[in-house]
């Protein structure tokens, strides 16, 4: 049975893709905030299924000698099914409030460095605030003496914590300056200043 799920995770990884890609660009009426959104989500997943080897099959983290972190040899096969929908959906919710504030701000006429600077000055707090409530709701899985759970509850703590202490907050301001000074580059015009 697990089979057949493994066999239809990249489709699903795809469909979502695919669905994020539409919606963001119907949404903010763009290609590139799109673009940018799946990138970021794509780091989010890469670096937590990584780091999920790497303390569950590598016992990069057995030296705590913490149970609900020590390594098996290999992951449960069900968690980074079960975590994927539920990492794109935290990590696009943070995205779209942070990027929506900074479009408001650029409707007001901001330049895109001032409408970073005050959108991520008001939402990242927030963002920040409601990753860490979730990190700490889901920790209380990983004392669970249930290596599914455990792992399930890893991949959540972990995908939350890197997207809003480090994506959110510093990845995606950076993305969205970069994209910007491109902008302006090929455009030669001084609009995104």
């Known amino acids: 049975m697990f089979h057949l799920l493994f ?13 994020v890609l539409i919606w963001i660009a119907l949404a903010f009426r763009s290609v590139l905030v799109p673009l940018r959104a799946v990138f970021t989500l ?3 997943v890469v670096y937590v299924y ?3 080897v790497f303390t569950y099959q ?7 000698h913490f149970f609900g972190l020590s390594g098996s040899g290999a992951l449960i096969w069900i968690a980074p099914i079960m975590s994927f929908s539920i990492v794109v959906g935290l990590g696009l919710d943070y995205d779209v409030f942070l990027i929506n504030r900074v479009s408001e701000y650029r409707k007001l006429g901001l330049n895109t460095s001032e409408a970073i600077k ?8 927030i963002i920040t605030a409601a990753g860490m409530i979730m990190a700490i709701a889901f920790a209380g899985l990983l004392f ?6 455990n792992q399930l509850a890893f991949y959540i703590v972990a995908a939350v914590l890197v997207d809003t202490l480090i994506v959110r907050t510093l990845l995606v301001v950076v993305l969205v300056k970069i994209r910007d000074m491109l ?11």
């Open 144 to 149: 669970s003496s249930e290596r599914a759970l």
């Open 118 to 125: 005050f959108g991520l000055a008001q939402t990242g707090p």
């Open 183 to 193: 902008i302006n580059y090929l455009l030669g015009s001084s609009y995104y200043d």
């Open 7 to 19: 066999r239809a995770f990249p489709m699903a990884i795809g469909v979502t893709a695919g669905f």
């Open 58 to 64: 590598d016992g990069g983290l057995d030296w705590m």
């Open 42 to 44: 794509a780091i989010t």
């Open 50 to 52: 990584g780091f999920a």
